[in-house]
């Protein structure tokens, strides 16, 4: 089995920055992809971002320039670095990832972002 841990999340001001993490109990670069998502209080659960297997990173619109993702393969952690932060980013972050020779992604257990006005 696979395990995925988020770390880093907190509470930040409107504008402000943050980075979590996520921490694979495997080589990330196993991994076909590792995604973010985020889960708001009455909102579906939408991705946020994701590293594919040969480092090229796609974005929603919705934080396009202002957030990034980085692999650190010496610590198998995948760090999704959000900038500009607005109130609207406040939800669960959650990380999950897709490896062979699982059919299935594996999740981690999520991180809460707040940013405050």
């Known amino acids: 089995q696979v395990q995925l841990v988020e770390s880093g999340g907190g509470l930040v001001q409107v504008g402000g920055s943050l980075t979590i993490s996520c921490k694979a109990s495997q080589a990330i670069s196993r991994f076909t992809s590792i995604n973010w998502f985020r889960e708001a209080p009455g909102k579906q659960r939408e991705v946020v971002g994701t590293?594919?297997?040969?480092?090229?990173?796609v974005y929603a619109d919705s934080v396009k320039g202002r957030f990034a993702i980085a692999r650190d393969e010496d610590k198998n952690t995948v760090h999704l670095q959000m900038n500009m932060l607005k109130s609207e980013d406040t939800a669960v972050y959650l990380c999950?990832?897709?490896?062979?020779?699982?059919?299935?992604?594996?999740w981690g257990q999520g991180t809460q972002v707040t940013v405050s006005s």
């Open positions: 590293v594919l297997g040969n480092g090229e990173t």
């Open positions: 999950n990832g897709e490896i062979p020779p699982w059919s299935h992604p594996f």
